[in-house]
């Protein structure tokens, strides 16, 4: 109750909000994705970002975007903390059986998430604007708590 609250609150403020990193929660950017495929990896990916969100609004994130698409790829999440406006990658595996979630996340694709942040930022004519690339790599065990590692600013 006290989570859905605070959420409500954040949401309401972002709405009346002038820093213009806040308002870009607001703005009809590239296309998003709503699955609702019957797809054992597509379900665990989305319940994987549902709980990256979680995490994050909990580590006082404002949560501005969500499966933005864009001509080169996908961003998961699009965040502010404090004054930086964060691209978050999220991986999300049932187990470490074939090695931890952000080792997925080769040099090739941190490239591609520094293009799309760029692309992005460039879209919405945002300038001088920090921005940093974030990797939330969640292990989701059957009956057990997830297990988030969160890997801030790759290079």
Do not use: C
Not at 22 to 47: C, D, H, M, W, Y
Not at 76 to 90: G, S, T, W
Not at 122 to 142: A, C, G, T
Not at 148 to 154: A, L
């Amino acid at each position: 109750m006290w989570r859905w609250i605070k959420n409500f609150w954040q949401d309401f403020s972002r709405y009346f909000s002038s820093d213009p990193l806040v308002r870009i929660s607001f703005s009809p950017i590239g296309t998003t994705r709503k699955s609702t495929s019957n797809n054992p990896k597509e379900q665990l990916a989305r319940i994987g970002e549902s709980e990256a969100e979680k995490f994050l609004r909990d580590n006082n994130y404002v949560i501005l975007q969500r499966n933005i698409i864009l001509s080169n790829g996908e961003v998961d999440i699009i965040a502010k903390d404090k004054n930086v406006l964060v691209f978050i990658e999220v991986k999300t595996r049932r187990s470490e059986n074939y090695g931890k979630p952000y080792e997925a996340v080769t040099p090739a694709k941190q490239k591609r998430l520094h293009k799309l942040a760029v692309q992005f930022m460039n879209l919405l004519k945002l300038r001088n604007i920090n921005y940093r690339i974030d990797i939330i790599s969640i292990i989701l065990p059957q009956n057990s708590e997830p297990q988030i590692t969160h890997i801030k600013d790759i290079k």
